[in-house]
């Protein structure tokens, strides 16, 4: 690994649209200017993401994400030797370059990660503000920039998938859910230029299926699902097929609640 | 148009019954057919005639012919009357006129020849199917059925397809061979199971297949969670019900067929809750009694439009399906002067409350269609606000004949729409005192601790289909017997039960895993190791994760054992000094203190039978009791009687091990012969049922295996069980067999 490392290909250059709602954008610059580590709870498509990315630019702090998954090792993370023809070198990885160089580093879907991956951030995300890199034998102290973000989603939450206290206890948290529906009607019309009338009229369809989580969805629409649909509509496509290409058969097998949904559809749009 | 002298010539028949409605046949003939089919008719009414069975079916022909030719064409007459004239020559003669009643429901129903002549089949075959067959020679005594099931027909093809109705007449044929009096009923519609018959064949959506979707409806779209009761249209001719709320939940009827206007029968239910849901959440009641009946009723039809206009801002789709739903009246209806045309006249103002597009004109209809709009449009709307509306409609437009009573009712119920009752308080009930009475607490009775039966189908192999709600199977908790016995028993087993714990520890969960792609391992996973290192010389990224490790894996077996406690069991098997029943809880003692070791849950259940009626179910151990006093006072306690009516048994069996999670379910049947019951008289048909049962619990993923003591059983155990069973010659030696048996089994 060169000394070189171009850490602005992180940075954000263009605002990415976030519609605040509530205090959460003053309560993560206060986070940040204590370089406290945040958790960001929430199901998922309710602008989780979305928020860490605009934060990011906000700030004008590079921005490194992480898609964390169930075959992720710790090496995955802080970086591995690797063989070459003279011998052996290191290569960094996406959380020690973030530390090194000073990014917010993101880990998304943090419970997907074993609990053996998850304990390497242990040292980063308390006052120590350090990595060991005990392969390499290098202690890197966290740039002054560095901060360290998680997201997860409880929906999932079940015996195997959860968080272990001594990580919860590390991190200061935000709590997502889908906007309200005046606010998701202007987020969904933002996003896609659609009318408001129309974001109006999905926002109700995804009302009435997040009323049938936990009776045959395991999650509602999400509003990423919803700015989905309103694209479609905004193609030229009508809003009942729209909808039901983008809203009803991406969540759900279950033909019981595929047929409820549908008639949401139709009784919500007019033909 | 009367007939010509020729008709009348030619129709040599003079019964004078018969010649006094000749002239309005013909009039109707002359309607529908064609010379040459009038000719058809007179000449087909002659040969009926000739069959001597008097002027009844003459004149039944007469009258419904014309009609079922007009809707199948005039060939359909040849068709009817060569059947006629066998059926005549029959011993069936006596269901003629019957036969020819049916024939108009039948056309009207099947609207096509092939369906018709596929009818007449059925017919035929009804026929020979019920009649009493003696010495093999069946055509010689009368079906007592056919009238009935003609009778029936009607009813049953406003129900059913013609497929269901051929099902519900296997059904009647083939449950009752031997017992013409039920069977008699049966086809009379008077049994349980012949309604039970019709419901499972009977087209249209069902509420039970539903259910969940109206839930999810309600749950979704209005944010409501309510108990629905369905209730039955069929059976009440006189006064149909409708829907409506009260405490106990949502009352609606238990099917909606498919509207021929394009309303699925679905959509149909969710008009109804769509309206009903709208009460619930935008009306509050009104004092009903200082109000006449016609206001209430108008003041409920602005009412019904207001939340229905509230519920469409929501969901404007529904206006569709209500407006196919809602009856169009004809506002330029021939009047009687003896009539009151109430009900038509609010009908007419509820479809233009709610069709925008309507085309009626009346000025006073128009006029509070424009007020009801108004005071919509402002918003924040309550029930009192619409409530002068209703009062002051019925003023305007008070015609004397209002309060008669002959009420035009034609074309004036909304079918989706409730009685409304949760909208009116009553003050005042009634002049009369009420003395209240107050239900008593029901007595405990001391009688042990007993639950409503649980029905189960059987499945009729030469039918080939369920006998719907056919087996009442009663639980029960074995009584205790003393559970010293068991310990004694245990004891005399000890050498045994030595060896067995040998086994059991050798059992205990240590298979071991592998589990691959780990960066830190026990030991090289070489096919990884290569593939990495091939990647590295070309220069790719290697997968660094080239170990792998072990884990033990858990084994999660839920066991149910059923026992077989019909009155064989009681018998001492030859060479043996114990009974099967002694050998049997030897045998089931050591299992479950076996099973107890290893840690699965284990049930023991035992079953026998008294007829389809009453079938017993012995509960020994649950799944999640321990291995202790009770339950080997229970085993202690268990006796053997009666029959073995198996099917039922393995799927009530089955009804539990299901809700176990667990990933391998077993359940073990310990049998000592094959099923039977004394109301069976086919030896074939409950095996056939405990084979279907085995196959349905093999769909659930539980894994059946039978344990025989009958040395006979080769005959039927395969049949029944598959490749999965063991028939043990040795009884003796079951107690030794059985906890082998199953180490082997989930080993």
């Given at each position: 690994?060169?000394?070189?490392?171009?850490?602005?290909?992180?940075?954000?250059?263009?605002?990415?649209?976030?519609?605040?709602?509530?205090?959460?954008?003053?309560?993560?610059?206060?986070?940040?200017?204590?370089?406290?580590?945040?958790?960001?709870?929430?199901?998922?498509?309710?602008?989780?993401?979305?928020?860490?990315?605009?934060?990011?630019?906000?700030?004008?702090?590079?921005?490194?994400?992480?898609?964390?998954?169930?075959?992720?090792?710790?090496?995955?993370?802080?970086?591995?030797?690797?063989?070459?023809?003279?011998?052996?070198?290191?290569?960094?990885?996406?959380?020690?370059?973030?530390?090194?160089?000073?990014?917010?580093?993101?880990?998304?879907?943090?419970?997907?990660?074993?609990?053996?991956?998850?304990?390497?951030?242990?040292?980063?995300?308390?006052?120590?503000?350090?990595?060991?890199?005990?392969?390499?034998?290098?202690?890197?102290?966290?740039?002054?920039?560095?901060?360290?973000?998680?997201?997860?989603?409880?929906?999932?939450?079940?015996?195997?998938?959860?968080?272990?206290?001594?990580?919860?206890?590390?991190?200061?948290?935000?709590?997502?859910?889908?906007?309200?529906?005046?606010?998701?009607?202007?987020?969904?019309?933002?996003?896609?230029?659609?009318?408001?009338?129309?974001?109006?009229?999905?926002?109700?369809?995804?009302?009435?299926?997040?009323?049938?989580?936990?009776?045959?969805?395991?999650?509602?629409?999400?509003?990423?699902?919803?700015?989905?649909?309103?694209?479609?509509?905004?193609?030229?496509?009508?809003?009942?097929?729209?909808?039901?290409?983008?809203?009803?058969?991406?969540?759900?097998?279950?033909?019981?609640?595929?047929?409820?949904?549908?008639?949401?559809?139709?009784?919500?749009?007019?033909? | 148009?009367?007939?010509?002298?020729?008709?009348?010539?030619?129709?040599?028949?003079?019964?004078?019954?018969?010649?006094?409605?000749?002239?309005?046949?013909?009039?109707?003939?002359?309607?529908?057919?064609?010379?040459?089919?009038?000719?058809?008719?007179?000449?087909?009414?002659?040969?009926?005639?000739?069959?001597?069975?008097?002027?009844?079916?003459?004149?039944?022909?007469?009258?419904?012919?014309?009609?079922?030719?007009?809707?199948?064409?005039?060939?359909?007459?040849?068709?009817?009357?060569?059947?006629?004239?066998?059926?005549?020559?029959?011993?069936?003669?006596?269901?003629?006129?019957?036969?020819?009643?049916?024939?108009?429901?039948a056309?009207?129903a099947l609207e096509s020849?092939l369906l018709f002549t596929e009818y007449?089949n059925l017919?035929?075959q009804?026929?020979?199917?019920?009649?009493?067959?003696?010495?093999?020679?069946?055509?010689?005594?009368?079906?007592?059925?056919?009238?009935?099931?003609?009778?029936?027909v009607?009813?049953l093809l406003?129900l059913l397809p013609l497929g269901g109705l051929k099902k519900w007449v296997d059904y009647?044929?083939?449950?009752?061979?031997?017992?013409?009096?039920?069977?008699?009923?049966?086809?009379?519609?008077?049994?349980?199971?012949?309604?039970?018959v019709i419901?499972r064949e009977r087209h249209g959506?069902?509420?039970?297949?539903?259910?969940?979707?109206?839930?999810?409806?309600?749950?979704?779209?209005?944010?409501?969670?309510?108990?629905?009761?369905?209730?039955?249209?069929?059976?009440?001719?006189?006064?149909?019900?409708?829907?409506?709320?009260?405490?106990?939940?949502?009352?609606?009827?238990?099917?909606?067929?498919?509207?021929?206007?394009?309303?699925?029968?679905?959509?149909?239910?969710?008009?109804?809750?769509?309206?009903?849901?709208?009460?619930?959440?935008?009306?509050?009641?009104?004092?009903?009694?200082?109000?006449?009946?016609?206001?209430?009723?108008?003041?409920?039809?602005?009412?019904?439009?207001?939340?229905?206009?509230?519920?469409?801002?929501?969901?404007?789709?529904?206006?569709?399906?209500?407006?196919?739903?809602?009856?169009?009246?004809?506002?330029?209806?021939?009047?009687?002067?003896?009539?009151?045309?109430?009900?038509?006249?609010?009908?007419?103002?509820?479809?233009?409350?709610?069709?925008?597009?309507?085309?009626?004109?009346?000025?006073?209809?128009?006029?509070?269609?424009?007020?009801?709009?108004?005071?919509?449009?402002?918003?924040?709307?309550?029930?009192?606000?619409?409530?002068?509306?209703?009062?002051?409609?019925?003023?305007?437009?008070?015609?004397?004949?209002?309060?008669?009573?002959?009420?035009?009712?034609?074309?004036?119920?909304?079918?989706?729409?409730?009685?409304?009752?949760?909208?009116?308080?009553?003050?005042?009930?009634?002049?009369?005192?009420?003395?209240?009475?107050?239900?008593?607490?029901?007595?405990?009775?001391?009688?042990?601790?007993?639950?409503?039966?649980?029905?189960?189908?059987?499945?009729?192999?030469?039918a080939e289909h369920?006998?719907?709600?056919?087996?009442?199977?009663?639980?029960?908790?074995?009584?205790?017997?003393?559970?010293?016995?068991?310990?004694?028993?245990?004891?005399?087993?000890?050498?045994?039960?030595?060896?067995?714990?040998?086994?059991?520890?050798?059992?205990?969960?240590?298979?071991?895993?592998?589990?691959?792609?780990?960066?830190?391992?026990?030991?090289?996973?070489?096919?990884?190791?290569?593939?990495?290192?091939?990647?590295?010389?070309?220069?790719?990224?290697?997968?660094?994760?080239?170990?792998?490790?072990?884990?033990?894996?858990?084994?999660?077996?839920?066991?149910?054992?059923?026992?077989?406690?019909?009155?064989?069991?009681?018998?001492?098997?030859?060479?043996?000094?114990?009974?099967?029943?002694?050998?049997?809880?030897?045998?089931?003692?050591?299992?479950?203190?076996?099973?107890?070791?290893?840690?699965?849950?284990?049930?023991?259940?035992?079953?026998?039978?008294?007829?389809?009626?009453?079938?017993?179910?012995?509960?020994?151990?649950?799944?999640?009791?321990?291995?202790?006093?009770?339950?080997?006072?229970?085993?202690?306690?268990?006796?053997?009687?009666?029959?073995?009516?198996?099917?039922?048994?393995?799927?009530?069996?089955?009804?539990?091990?299901?809700?176990?999670?667990?990933?391998?379910?077993?359940?073990?049947?310990?049998?000592?012969?094959?099923?039977?019951?004394?109301?069976?008289?086919?030896?074939?048909?409950?095996?056939?049922?405990?084979?279907?049962?085995?196959?349905?619990?093999?769909?659930?993923?539980?894994?059946?295996?039978?344990?025989?003591?009958?040395?006979?059983?080769?005959?039927?155990?395969?049949?029944?069980?598959?490749?999965?069973?063991?028939?043990?010659?040795?009884?003796?030696?079951?107690?030794?067999?059985?906890?082998?048996?199953?180490?082997?089994?989930?080993?």
């Amino acid at each position: 690994m060169s000394e070189t490392f171009d850490i602005k290909q992180y940075q954000i250059t263009q605002e990415p649209y976030y519609q605040a709602q509530s205090n959460e954008i003053a309560l993560y610059e206060a986070a940040y200017k204590a370089r406290l580590p945040v958790m960001l709870k929430g199901p998922t498509g309710c602008g989780k993401s979305r928020f860490v990315e605009h934060m990011a630019w906000k700030l004008g702090k590079p921005l490194i994400t992480v898609a964390c998954n169930e075959d992720m090792t710790a090496s995955d993370l802080v970086g591995r030797y690797l063989l070459d023809a003279n011998g052996t070198r290191w290569l960094d990885g996406p959380l020690t370059l973030a530390a090194r160089y000073g990014a917010i580093c993101y880990l998304d879907e943090i419970v997907e990660a074993r609990q053996d991956t998850t304990v390497v951030i242990h040292p980063l995300t308390d006052h120590r503000r350090t990595l060991p890199l005990d392969k390499k034998g290098e202690l890197v102290q966290a740039h002054p920039d560095f901060q360290l973000v998680i997201s997860y989603n409880p929906g999932y939450q079940n015996l195997m998938k959860d968080l272990k206290q001594s990580t919860k206890q590390r991190f200061a948290g935000l709590e997502f859910d889908y906007a309200k529906s005046e606010v998701e009607i202007g987020i969904v019309s933002k996003e896609t230029g659609i009318g408001a009338d129309i974001s109006a009229k999905l926002v109700k369809i995804g009302e009435t299926a997040r009323n049938l989580k936990g009776h045959g969805l395991d999650e509602g629409i999400s509003t990423r699902l919803l700015v989905y649909a309103a694209t479609l509509i905004k193609q030229g496509i009508a809003p009942r097929d729209a909808c039901r290409m983008a809203l009803v058969r991406p969540i759900t097998d279950d033909a019981d609640i595929r047929d409820t949904l549908d008639h949401a559809i139709d009784a919500v749009f007019v033909a | 148009m009367t007939a010509t002298i020729e008709e009348r010539q030619k129709l040599q028949c003079n019964f004078k019954r018969v010649q006094s409605v000749f002239d309005d046949c013909m009039a109707d003939a002359r309607k529908y057919l064609s010379t040459a089919g009038i000719d058809a008719y007179i000449v087909g009414a002659n040969t009926i005639n000739k069959t001597g069975r008097g002027e009844e079916p003459v004149l039944v022909f007469l009258e419904e012919m014309p009609q079922v030719a007009a809707k199948l064409g005039e060939e359909v007459i040849e068709e009817v009357v060569t059947f006629t004239r066998t059926l005549a020559k029959s011993p069936n003669s006596k269901a003629i006129p019957n036969f020819l009643q049916s024939l108009g429901a039948a056309a009207r129903a099947l609207e096509s020849r092939l369906l018709f002549t596929e009818y007449l089949n059925l017919v035929v075959q009804t026929a020979i199917r019920t009649s009493p067959k003696v010495h093999g020679i069946d055509s010689m005594y009368t079906s007592e059925c056919l009238p009935d099931f003609l009778d029936s027909v009607p009813h049953l093809l406003s129900l059913l397809p013609l497929g269901g109705l051929k099902k519900w007449v296997d059904y009647g044929v083939l449950a009752y061979p031997n017992d013409p009096q039920h069977q008699r009923e049966y086809f009379q519609l008077k049994t349980a199971d012949s309604r039970a018959v019709i419901q499972r064949e009977r087209h249209g959506t069902l509420f039970y297949d539903a259910e969940r979707k109206l839930d999810l409806y309600m749950r979704g779209l209005w944010l409501h969670d309510v108990q629905f009761i369905p209730y039955s249209l069929d059976f009440d001719e006189l006064r149909k019900p409708i829907p409506y709320l009260n405490e106990q939940g949502l009352h609606l009827p238990d099917v909606f067929d498919d509207l021929p206007n394009g309303v699925r029968g679905i959509d149909r239910y969710r008009a109804v809750l769509a309206h009903l849901s709208a009460h619930r959440r935008w009306t509050t009641p009104l004092i009903a009694d200082n109000l006449s009946p016609f206001q209430r009723m108008a003041v409920e039809v602005f009412e019904d439009a207001r939340v229905e206009y509230l519920a469409l801002q929501e969901f404007p789709g529904m206006r569709s399906i209500w407006r196919k739903l809602h009856p169009i009246p004809n506002e330029n209806l021939q009047q009687d002067a003896d009539v009151s045309y109430i009900r038509h006249r609010l009908a007419i103002l509820s479809r233009a409350l709610l069709d925008p597009s309507h085309t009626y004109d009346n000025p006073l209809i128009l006029k509070y269609v424009a007020r009801f709009n108004e005071i919509m449009e402002k918003g924040n709307t309550r029930t009192p606000d619409i409530q002068m509306l209703g009062v002051q409609f019925i003023s305007e437009s008070k015609v004397p004949s209002d309060s008669y009573g002959k009420i035009y009712f034609n074309n004036t119920e909304v079918e989706y729409r409730d009685d409304n009752r949760l909208m009116w308080l009553f003050i005042e009930e009634g002049d009369e005192e009420v003395y209240e009475e107050r239900p008593r607490p029901p007595q405990e009775s001391e009688d042990e601790f007993k639950i409503p039966p649980r029905m189960y189908p059987e499945w009729d192999y030469s039918a080939e289909h369920y006998r719907p709600d056919w087996v009442s199977l009663y639980e029960h908790l074995q009584p205790k017997g003393n559970p010293a016995k068991i310990d004694q028993l245990l004891a005399k087993h000890s050498a045994l039960a030595k060896r067995l714990k040998k086994i059991i520890d050798l059992l205990k969960p240590q298979n071991k895993v592998r589990i691959r792609y780990q960066e830190e391992g026990a030991e090289l996973d070489l096919d990884v190791a290569i593939r990495s290192l091939i990647d590295f010389k070309s220069g790719a990224q290697p997968d660094t994760r080239i170990n792998m490790s072990h884990r033990h894996d858990g084994r999660s077996v839920a066991v149910s054992l059923l026992l077989d406690l019909s009155a064989s069991l009681a018998d001492v098997p030859e060479g043996c000094t114990q009974s099967k029943l002694e050998l049997s809880q030897e045998a089931v003692s050591l299992l479950a203190w076996a099973i107890d070791q290893m840690g699965d849950p284990l049930a023991i259940g035992g079953f026998h039978s008294d007829t389809r009626h009453n079938v017993r179910f012995w509960h020994f151990k649950g799944y999640n009791e321990s291995w202790g006093d009770d339950v080997k006072g229970r085993l202690a306690g268990m006796e053997a009687n009666y029959s073995t009516r198996m099917g039922a048994a393995i799927r009530h069996a089955g009804h539990y091990l299901g809700h176990q999670q667990a990933d391998k379910k077993l359940l073990l049947v310990l049998t000592d012969g094959e099923p039977a019951d004394i109301d069976t008289s086919d030896a074939r048909l409950l095996i056939e049922d405990a084979r279907i049962a085995v196959r349905e619990l093999d769909q659930q993923n539980i894994y059946t295996y039978c344990i025989n003591l009958d040395p006979k059983a080769d005959e039927y155990v395969a049949d029944i069980f598959g490749r999965q069973y063991a028939v043990i010659d040795n009884i003796a030696r079951l107690p030794e067999r059985l906890p082998q048996l199953f180490m082997s089994l989930v080993k």
